[in-house]
């Protein structure tokens, strides 16, 4: 599948799953120095393959005739600072609930262990800016996924697929902890038994073919 058929591909998923409602939301995903992105004010499910502009890492338009999605410059720094291959951020409703109300999601379940462990989120800046580029960047570091406050979510991964389910399981994550505070208080996992996960995960049983 081509960098752009990849765009249309995730872009339908993402608003079938409910992660995005019309253009809130973009992706993005790099081969080399070019990057396809999603346009500007086109619905997700929507685009076709030539919709998607093409820009070069300094964020030079190579092909399209759409400008690229106004949050471009927050892909092109997470490109930058992670060497990552496929950017997919989203408005998702759990997402933007914890993004509103806390400072980090904490680890209630050891998947998030698959994100870097804590979710930080990223100070507020308007949509569109450096600031907020710099902001997710750093809230980016060392993990696969980062909240943006009062905004959304943001994740990567080394393929489009990666990314995307990245931001499926951020969504999941943020959905226990919310739905999870309206019943009681989540248990968080300690740092000792998220890294007893890592050593499990490392060390997997095995299970030995019995004779005859
Ligand atoms: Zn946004």
């Not at 992706?27 to 396809?36: I, K, P, T, W, Y």
């Not at 471009?72 to 993004?99: C, E, K, R």
């Not at 993990?143 to 499926?168: C, D, S």
């Not at 248990?187 to 890294?195: F, G, I, M, S």
Request: with cysteine.
């Amino acid at each position: 599948m081509s960098l752009r058929e990849q765009l249309c591909e995730y872009g339908r998923r993402a608003v079938e799953l409910g992660l995005v409602i019309g253009t809130s939301g973009n992706l993005s995903v790099r081969r080399g120095d070019q990057v396809a992105v999603t346009p500007s004010g086109v619905a997700l499910d929507r685009l076709t393959p030539e919709m998607c502009p093409i820009v070069d890492t300094d964020g030079h338009l190579i092909e399209g005739e759409l400008q690229p999605s106004s949050e471009t410059p927050m892909h092109l720094a997470v490109y930058q600072a992670t060497g990552t291959q496929a950017i997919v951020h989203t408005h998702s409703v759990f997402g933007t609930v914890v993004a509103t109300t806390m400072t980090e999601l904490p680890p209630v379940h050891y998947n998030a262990l698959l994100l870097g462990g804590v979710v930080k989120v990223a100070e507020y800046a308007t949509y569109g800016t450096p600031e907020l580029a710099a902001n997710v960047r750093a809230a980016l570091e060392g993990k696969q996924a980062a909240l943006m406050a009062n905004h959304g979510g943001v994740t990567i991964g080394a393929t489009m697929e990666q990314a995307f389910e990245a931001t499926r399981l951020l969504e999941w994550l943020c959905e226990v902890y919310v739905r999870g505070l309206a019943v009681g208080k989540p248990a968080v996992l300690t740092d000792e038994q998220l890294a007893a996960v890592v050593d499990r995960a490392a060390n997997p049983p095995t299970f030995p073919r019995r004779d005859g």
